[in-house]
Structure formats: structure tokens, C-alpha cells
């Protein structure tokens, strides 16, 4: 009997930290009306869309949940806030990952992302192990065991960031067709094996072309359609091999406002079908080890035609052909400026409370994840943290350290201007990590200050960082943020 074709669609689900890092609470966002906040509207167009997508057949109305089909990441930062306000959209992430993997042998849909969003290759090392321990340390605390693969932000990748994926113990990463030398042309998803040194990662290849259709062109207006060229593009490839398709995971309700519906009429459609086969990546690896190989010969990402620069330079990526990027360059050394007053801060106070300081705020993660008395206990306990004091200590430590990650957010370069909701989200979150370092060092609120006067804006009535920044501060110290 021929073996059939593998199709993986890949969802990856992300928001910013939007919430006041003082308060907990997301403002008022007005453009995201009639909803109070794009999370609520996105919320409700996606994330709950794909946990209770309706289809119809006839006059029967068919209910199911999109994600026992995906394979997909969902950011920390977003599970953080669905959490608590997303319940029902939490729930059903969790026991989509629970019923695939009875259904796959143990390897689940959900995969992990790096925590905050941040682009790995423009991290140094020490931050870079971070992100990718937060992030692991996150999934485990919500979907009760460790990921085998990673989303990488952007998949933004070099040689660097596969060695600190694959030192993490992950066994897989996506990437692009176009994003390195694979030993074969082609469509499928390869796997494909990164070797340096005695560090080992497969790599499964998504279609670039067909993953840029589902998300910029009406490929999902019908979803017999859509079903339609996936197992076309699938049974072009030869028996055994798999078709992988990845996207952000709010095109399939919120991009497209059928989205979900239509995803999961596909869904069933090709569950019907005995030529192909949906699955997930961890299942698909498990009985297709590597057969080909990879190599990472620069910097790129998923989202920018000149390697990573988007995140650090006026590279040409923009939304507006006539708006200025040079923005880009000093917001990105003012906010590592913060990250690295912040590490020093860490490394200079943290040693003395713990047995390993490096290995606890490593691990801190979980405690993002849960604040409970009893998860506080056994890890302090297990850390050997000398007393009540030095645990109130970390605590305030582990905060900024997770501030100061979040000011790094990718999203805050992404777009044509800092003076947007995602560009104040990073200096937020840089403006609570100045405030926690400054109870243990002097404030560098000044040369933070200095700098973020270099950062213009696009914008008239914006300015410059620094004049965002304090109107920031000072709108959260009268509530109204």
C-alpha cells in the first residue's frame, strides 16, 4: 500500500505584553472598537473562533476544535493574559495538545516559543539562553511536559541561535524554504539535520510561497478551496513525503474574518481524504528522521529581505513607502542599554541569595506561569534561597529581568513607526525595569533619556522616545494607562 502524504499547518498565536507592567491591566485601546483592547478582539475573532469553529453542512451546524488539527505555538506573553481572560480559549489550547497526543503517539500539536518575542540572533548569548529556557520553562508549566520543537520569533535563526535551540534539548525548528542551504530543492518539509560541533537539530521546511498565499491572498475564502490545494501541493510530492504550511495564527479569524470557519471545513475535508494525512511535526519526525541536511549561512527571518535588519536599521522594510526608519537604530541600543543595566543589576545582587542565580532565574519562568504558595515554596526550597528576605529579593530581581526582556519585544521595530501601540509597549516595559534596578543601583533613567531623545518619529505630534516615554510614566502614575 502506497504511504500517503503528510499535510502540517502551522499556526503561530502571539501578542505583546499590552498590559501595564504596573497594574496588570491593558488601557484602553480605541482603535481595536467596539472592543476595549485588540487582545479582547482578537480574542474573540480568533483565538475563542478556532476553539468552537462552527461549519455548516445542510442545516446542521458542525462544532470543532481547530487546534486538535494544528500544530501551533501560542507566545507566553498572549498564554499569560488568555490565562486569565481567555479561559475558554486557554482551555481548549490545552486539551487540543492533550487529545493529539493520544492521537500521535505522544507528541502533542503545541510547540514552545522563545519567550518574549524578542529576535534571538540580535541577542548576545547570555539573553539568547534566557528567552529559550523561559520559553521551555513556560510550555512545561502549561501543557505538563517539555516541547520538542520551537517557534522561532520571526524565525530569525543563525548559527548561534540553532546552537542554543539544540543546547536547550529541543529536537526541531521551521524554517523557511528560502532561509539557509538545504542539501535538496524542493517543497516538502524535508526533515533536514543542522549539525555544528556535537549539537544536533532537524529542521522542517515550510513552503514559503503557499504559506505567504493562506496569509496575503483569498486562499481561505472557501475552505473546499483551500482543503483542494493543500492536497494538490501535497500529492505532488512523493509517498511519505509532508507538505508544511506555517502563518500567524490570527489570519485564520482575525486577518480573515472567516478564517476559523473555513480552516476547519479544510480540516474535515482532508480528514475524509485517504491520500493524504494531517498531522504534526513531532509525529511526522518520530517515523521520518532526516534524510537531507542544512546549513545557516547568515542572519534571516520570515519577515525581512535583508537577513534581521528590520529589528535594528532603515532597512526599506515598511508598511509606507515615504515614512523613515532611522528610528529603529537608537531604539535598539537605548532598550539593550536597559537590558544590560539590568543583567549587571542581577549579576551583581542576585549570588548572594541563592545557591545558583543563573540556574533560578533560568528557571523563573514557572513562577510566571504559576504564582501559587506551593510552586513559590518547592522552588525556593529547591534553590536554597537563604531566607523570607532573599525570596522577596529574587522576586523583585526575576520582575525586572522579565521587564527589561519584554522592552525587547520584536513587534516594537516591526512596524513604520515606535509611536504606535506596539512601540509603547517596549517603553513600558524598559520604564518598569529602569524603576526596579534603580531600588538596588543609582537610576539610569538619565542616559536612558539621553538616548531615546536620538529616536524621532514619523510622527509630529509624537516627537521623540524620551517625550513618549515620560508621558508614558506619567500617565500610569495617574492611572490612565
Not at 522552588?379 to 520582575?399: G, S, T, V
Not at 542616559?447 to 529616536?455: M, S
Amino acid at each position: 500500500m502506497t504511504e500517503p502524504r503528510y499535510i502540517i499547518i502551522h499556526g503561530h498565536f502571539y501578542q505583546p505584553p499590552r498590559e501595564s507592567p504596573w497594574t496588570g491591566i491593558i488601557a484602553n485601546e480605541t482603535s481595536a472598537a467596539p472592543f476595549p483592547n485588540w487582545n479582547e478582539r482578537i480574542l474573540s475573532e480568533c483565538y475563542n473562533a478556532n476553539g468552537q469553529a462552527q461549519m455548516m453542512e445542510g442545516t446542521v451546524v458542525y462544532i470543532r476544535n481547530n487546534y486538535e488539527a494544528l500544530s501551533f505555538n501560542f507566545g507566553p506573553t498572549l498564554c499569560s493574559w488568555l490565562q486569565s481572560h481567555g479561559k475558554s480559549a486557554y482551555r481548549a489550547i490545552r486539551r487540543a495538545d492533550e487529545s493529539s497526543r493520544r492521537r500521535g503517539d505522544d507528541h502533542g500539536n503545541a510547540i514552545a516559543q522563545a519567550y518574549s518575542h524578542s529576535i534571538l540572533p540580535l541577542l548576545d548569548a547570555r539573553d539568547r539562553e534566557l528567552q529559550i529556557a523561559w520559553g521551555i520553562q513556560d510550555f512545561a508549566g502549561r501543557f505538563g511536559r517539555l516541547p520538542e520543537g520551537m517557534w522561532l520569533p520571526e524565525c530569525a535563526v543563525d548559527s548561534e541561535t540553532l546552537s542554543a535551540v539544540a543546547r536547550g534539548g529541543i529536537a526541531f525548528v521551521m524554517l523557511g524554504d528560502d532561509q539557509g542551504r538545504f542539501s535538496r530543492p524542493g517543497r516538502d518539509a524535508g526533515p533536514f539535520l543542522w549539525q555544528k560541533d556535537n549539537l544536533k537539530l532537524a529542521i522542517l521546511r515550510f513552503d514559503r510561497s503557499l504559506s505567504g498565499s493562506i496569509a496575503f491572498s483569498d486562499t481561505l475564502r472557501d475552505g473546499a478551496v483551500f482543503a483542494a490545494i493543500l492536497a494538490d501541493h501535497a500529492l505532488a510530492l512523493p509517498p511519505g513525503q509532508a507538505l508544511l504550511v506555517a502563518t500567524d495564527g490570527e489570519t485564520f479569524g482575525h486577518h480573515k474574518r472567516k478564517g476559523a470557519a473555513e480552516l476547519a471545513r479544510a480540516i474535515k475535508l482532508l480528514e475524509q481524504r485517504g491520500d493524504v494525512l494531517v498531522a504534526n511535526c513531532g509525529e511526522y519526525l518520530a517515523t521520518h528522521p532526516p534524510t537531507g541536511s542544512f546549513e545557516s549561512d547568515f542572519p534571516s527571518a520570515w519577515s525581512c529581505a535583508h537577513g534581521v535588519e528590520r529589528w535594528r536599521s532603515n532597512c526599506g522594510c515598511r508598511i509606507e513607502p515615504h515614512s523613515n526608519q532611522d528610528w529603529r537604530g537608537p531604539l535598539r541600543a537605548a532598550m539593550d542599554f536597559v537590558r544590560g543595566h539590568c543583567d549587571t543589576v542581577y549579576e551583581r545582587f542576585a549570588p548572594p541569595l541563592v545557591a545558583d542565580s543563573w540556574v533560578a532565574l533560568k528557571e523563573a519562568a514557572r513562577l510566571f506561569v504559576d504564582p501559587s504558595a506551593a510552586v513559590h515554596e518547592e522552588f525556593f526550597a529547591r534553590h536554597r534561597a537563604k531566607d523570607e528576605a532573599a525570596r522577596e529579593q529574587l522576586l523583585r530581581l526575576f520582575e525586572m529581568e522579565r521587564a527589561a526582556q519584554a522592552a525587547l519585544t520584536s513587534c516594537a521595530w516591526f512596524f513604520d513607526d515606535f509611536g504606535g501601540l506596539e512601540g509603547r509597549v517596549a517603553l513600558r516595559w524598559a520604564a518598569r525595569a529602569v524603576e526596579l534596578a534603580a531600588e538596588l543601583m543609582p537610576s539610569v533613567e538619565p542616559e536612558v533619556l539621553q538616548q531615546l531623545r536620538a529616536v524621532r518619529s514619523n510622527r509630529r505630534e509624537i516627537g521623540d522616545a524620551a517625550t513618549l516615554y515620560l508621558s508614558i510614566k506619567a500617565r500610569e502614575a495617574r492611572g490612565s494607562v
